[in-house]
Nanobody, 126 residues
Framework: QVQLVESGGGSVQAGGSLRLSCAAS????????MGWFRQAPGKEREGVAA????????YYADSVKGRFTISQDNAKRTLYLQMISLKPEDTAMYYC???????????????????WGQGTQVTVSS
């Protein structure tokens, strides 16, 4: 059974940093597409960052480029999202997701992912 469990969310002031983690289990971790998404109240879920766990290719939304870094530890089957210079507009529920089969031309599209975690809340105050 595929499971994705996020952790590391919290409340920080603007300019602060957080690192989110996503522990994966129930499938072959290598050579899949993993992503981070977020959803703010009243807004649609959006892609933040993604990584192919086999080759390490990464993708970022324009709004987080230069501030967020997606990475992984294959041995620990864990995905990370390092967030720095956080802004109030980064406030959202953050979700980890996995696409287990095949590549995609849209690595930040929610429709491309098969499995989702329950989310971890990030709140940035001004």
């Amino acid at each position: 059974q595929v499971q994705l469990v996020e952790s590391g969310g919290g409340s920080v002031q603007a300019g602060g940093s957080l690192r989110l983690s996503c522990a994966a289990s129930g499938y072959t971790y290598s050579s899949v597409l993993m992503g981070w998404f977020r959803q703010a109240p009243g807004k649609e879920r959006e892609g933040v960052a993604a990584i192919y766990t086999g080759g390490g290719t990464t993708y970022y939304a324009d709004s987080v480029k230069g501030r967020f870094t997606i990475s992984q530890d294959n041995a620990k089957r864990t995905l990370y999202l390092q967030m720095i210079s956080l802004k109030p507009e980064d406030t959202a529920m953050y979700y980890c997701a996995a696409r287990l089969y095949g590549g995609t031309a849209l690595p930040l599209a929610i429709t491309e992912y098969n499995y989702w975690g329950q989310g971890t809340q990030v709140t940035v105050s001004s």
